[in-house]
């Protein structure tokens, strides 16, 4: 028995070496470097807006809806719960557990999320299958959530609506901190 559990598990074991073996050699060589961009987004604006987008991260996901661009929504985390819809989507697993295979499943043309997402491989792993990543810093701060609402609308092609939603969050944001 024991001889033909490790018949079986070879190809398994031999698979997994080989995966470990290519992903090491293409991070070696890969141009990649860090998950986190020095800018607000790891990708220029100027390519066209995809139609096929997941989102790794509740926040953008929300942001996504309020923009009302819901119908390029093929995927979210496990983080995304709201709006109720969100929750009802295909999920992809927790924003830093991630899986390249779960994600390139649903043939994304673009992810969005955060430099908390991850691991770093799978996102190497999803650039190296040219998946647009778009991802924005997280600085626990207001400005944040006015990035990933230019993000989004950037992403979408809907910055008209973005920049009425970021106006609205600014006058919330000044009456909020009016009170306080």
């Known amino acids: 028995m024991t001889t033909h559990m490790n018949h079986r598990m070879n190809p398994r074991m031999n698979r997994r070496n080989s995966l470990r073996t290519l992903m090491s050699a293409a991070a070696l060589g890969s141009t990649w470097g860090t998950c986190a961009p020095s800018s607000a987004w790891a990708q220029p604006s100027s390519t066209p807006s995809p139609g096929r987008i997941v989102s790794v ?3 953008l996901t929300e942001v996504v809806y309020l923009l009302d661009a819901q119908d390029q929504l093929v995927g979210t985390d496990t983080t995304s719960t709201h709006p109720q819809a969100a929750a009802h989507t295909p999920k992809v697993g927790y924003l830093r557990q991630l899986s390249a295979e779960g994600l390139l499943a649903l043939r ?3 992810v969005l999320g955060t430099d908390e997402a ?3 491989i799978v996102l190497q792993q999803l650039a190296q299958a040219g998946v647009p990543l778009r991802l924005v810093q997280v600085h626990h701060r ?3 959530v006015l990035d990933k609402v230019q993000l989004v609308g950037t992403v979408t092609q809907r910055t008209a609506a973005a920049q009425a939603l970021s106006a ?3 006058t ?3 009456a909020t901190r009016r009170r306080v």
Do not use: I, Y
């Open 168 to 170: 609205q969050l600014q």
């Open 108 to 110: 994304p043309q673009a």
């Open 57 to 59: 991260h509740g926040s």
């Open 172 to 174: 919330q944001w000044a």
């Open 118 to 120: 991850g691991p770093p």
């Open 142 to 144: 207001f400005q944040d």
